[in-house]
């Protein structure tokens, strides 16, 4: 798995917010459009450093490309390229889990 840190472009904020919560409330197509991808999962987190706001960004699983004829993949591509800008990677240090995937 690959993390990645982007750092939120200046006056984006809000908009990655509000993408963040339409995302969290089409959980059903979101979840079927991640199968189609085979992905077992996909996050991001928020964190805030020396007055800039950065994501931590990942997932899991075999990641196909995405469907560029569904509405939700071509709308989260062109906010995810007008919001962030890719600094790097974090390293893991460890990871575990209580459950199969």
Not at 9 to 32: A, D, M, N, P, R
Request: charged content about 30%; some cysteine.
């Amino acid at each position: 798995m690959k993390l990645h840190i982007y750092k939120v472009k200046e006056g984006k904020l809000q908009k990655l917010k509000e993408w963040s919560t339409y995302l969290k409330s089409q959980e059903k197509e979101v979840v079927e459009t991640l199968k189609e991808e085979v992905v077992d999962f996909e996050f991001l987190y928020y964190f805030t450093d020396n007055g800039s706001t950065y994501v931590l960004g990942g997932m899991s699983g075999i990641s196909k490309p995405s469907n560029q004829e569904k509405e939700i993949n071509v709308k989260h591509r062109a906010t995810l390229k007008e919001c962030l800008e890719h600094v790097g990677f974090a390293e893991e240090g460890y990871f575990f889990k209580t459950f199969e995937s």
